[in-house]
């Protein structure tokens, strides 16, 4: 059974960092590539960007682009969402996703973890 399990949100001011967790268990998780997207009230969801299987490439939504960094480690089957120069609108629930390497669609998520960013 995949799991993915969030962790690492919080309450900070704007301008500040944080940075979000992703534990995997019950996949081959050097095998999948790993995103990110957020879910902010009364908006649709953002695809906030993903690193490939080996962590050769990464994307990023323009909203997030030079400000956050998305990490793996493969060892730990963890993935990684550093956020800095935080804005109030980046308060949103954040999710890892996993989608097996090849494949198109992102099959699995976790539950998500709350970060809400004060002006």
């Known amino acids: 059974q995949v799991q993915l399990v969030e962790s690492g949100g919080g309450l900070v001011q704007a301008g500040g960092s944080l940075r979000l967790s992703c534990a995997a268990s019950?996949?081959?998780?050097?095998?999948?590539?790993m995103g990110w997207f957020r879910r902010a009230p009364g908006k649709e969801r953002e695809h906030v960007g993903a690193?490939?299987?080996?962590?050769?490439?990464?994307y990023y939504a323009d909203s997030v682009k030079g400000r956050f960094t998305i990490s793996r480690d493969n060892a730990k089957n963890t993935v990684y969402l550093q956020m800095n120069s935080l804005k109030p609108e980046d308060t949103a629930v954040y999710y890892c996703?996993?989608?097996?390497?090849?494949?198109?669609?992102?099959?699995?998520w976790g539950r998500g973890t709350q970060v809400t960013v004060s002006s």
């Open positions: 690193i490939s299987w080996s962590g050769g490439s990464t």
């Open positions: 996703e996993a989608r097996e390497r090849g494949s198109d669609v992102y099959d699995y």
């Open positions: 019950g996949l081959t998780f050097s095998s999948f590539d």
